[in-house]
C-alpha cells in the first residue's frame, strides 16, 4: 500500500494536479489519505504509547473490545469513520480495478456497450460486489457494537485514553 501511494505521489508530483473536476478513483484516493492515518493512529500508533494511563497496550489488548469501546463510547463518530473507510476503500478499488482492467487486460477495440450487448445487467455486478463486501463488514461492525464489553474496569479506561489522544475522538467526545 505505501508503494501505492508513494508512486501516486510522485506521479502527480512530475505531472501536476490532473486537470478539471477530479473523478471518482481521484476523490477516493483523496478520502484515503486523509482516513487511513486517522485508522492507523487510532487502531496502532496510540495505543503503543508507553506513556501514562495508556502504557502500551499490547497487540492482545488490540482485539475486538478495543473496537467495541470505541462503538460504545462514541458511536456516531465510529460508524461514521468505519463507513467512510469501508466505503472509500472499497470504491477506490473497484474503479481501480477497472482501470486496470481497461489498460492491461482488456481488447482495446470492443467497447462496453458492445461487450455488454445481451447482458445489460453485467455492469451492475461490480457495484453489487462491493456493496455485499461493504454491507458484510458492516454488518460485523454492527455486531460488534451491540455485543457488551467483556474489558476490566482498569483496560477500558487505558482504552479511553488512547481514543482521547486522537484529535478526532477528543473533539467529539461528550
Known sequence: MGLHVGASLVKRALIGPPPGR???LQSTSLALVVLIPIHASVHRFIPSSPTPP?????????????VKAGL???PLTSWALYALLIGAMLTHALEGSH????????????????????????KYVPTAIATGLALSVLGGIRVLSNEASYASSRLASRIEASYLQSFVFRWTAH
Do not use: C, F
Open 22 to 24: 477530479l473523478n471518482t
Open 54 to 66: 495508556i502504557s502500551g497496550l499490547s497487540p492482545s489488548h488490540l482485539d475486538y473490545e478495543y
Open 72 to 74: 460504545h463510547q462514541w
Open 99 to 122: 482501470v486496470i482492467y481497461r489498460k492491461w487486460l482488456r481488447r482495446p477495440r470492443v467497447s462496453r456497450n458492445q461487450e455488454a450487448l445481451g447482458r445489460p445487467w453485467i
